[in-house]
């Protein structure tokens, strides 16, 4: 019985010799493993059989966009500092951790003009990860469209006032952000209709009222050919166009600047000829 048993067993123990030999053995000597972070960081390469009691060289720091990189520590918790000029590795296999400081990166607004920031306190530094909101900027004349990462630029793209179609503003810094954010203030100019009201002295029958015209922010007004001249008209002389039915507002001439932002209304003022 038991000739027989043993001579069961030879193939079983063929068997587990060849599977043994298929597999690989574990790696023999003591290694020093680097642990940089779970995700963004850069990786460094295992020393593999250190001899114990010697030194290991230091590796160039790591990169991970967003952070600092502070130094070693053979605790994930970084309290105990590795010293590559002093430190000798032991009997058993060691993992050094990457230790972290968070970048400061900053925020710079251009492109503000003769505009301003609404907020006394808005965001100029920032962390990797952290998502604060911009500010809002103001500008006589103009609306503000918000915030980019290029000038305006109005030879490409004249039509949408410097922007790329279809682009969106930024309203808040993206979490993805790992450098400094240079900002710049894209504006769309204020135009405005401007209502005329001939304002002659024997009415609309006499003097019609010309057609709605309308008119940019800080641009030059040019009445042009086609608006009527008046001159004299029976009995009164045309003089200006004027903000106030009694000319006591602002004029509004041919050939200077505009510097209304909201809808107009203008009155033609006449003195007896």
Known sequence: ??????????????LLLVACEDKKLPQEGIN????????????????????????????EDPIRP???????????????PWDFDNDVVGNESVIL???????????????????RITSSSYVEEFRAGQTPVLPVARRTGYTFKGWYEYAPDFIRYPNTD????????????????????VLY????????????????PGGTSVVSNP???????????????????????EGYQFVEWNTRADGSGDSILDNEMFGRTQPTTVYGIWIEA
């Open 162 to 181: 410097g922007t790329r179609p279809g682009e969106a503003a930024l309203t808040a810094i993206p979490s993805t952000r790992t450098t400094d954010l």
């Open 97 to 115: 951790f990457a230790q972290w400081e968070d970048l400061i990166l900053t925020v710079s607004y251009n492109n503000l003009l003769d505009g």
């Open 211 to 233: 057609p709605i015209r309308s008119y940019a922010y800080d641009t030059i007004v040019v009445y042009g050919d086609n608006f009527p001249t008046f001159g004299e008209v």
């Open 185 to 200: 203030a894209h504006w769309r100019i204020i135009t405005v209709s401007v209502t005329f009201r001939a304002n002659h």
């Open 1 to 14: 019985m038991k000739k027989i048993f043993a001579l069961l067993m030879i193939p079983i123990f063929a």
């Open 32 to 59: 020093v493993y680097f642990f940089t972070a779970n995700t963004g960081a850069e990786k460094k390469e295992t020393i593999f059989n250190v001899e114990p009691g010697s030194k290991i060289e230091k590796p």
């Open 66 to 80: 967003g952070f600092i990189f502070v130094e070693w520590t053979t605790d994930y918790e970084g309290t105990n």
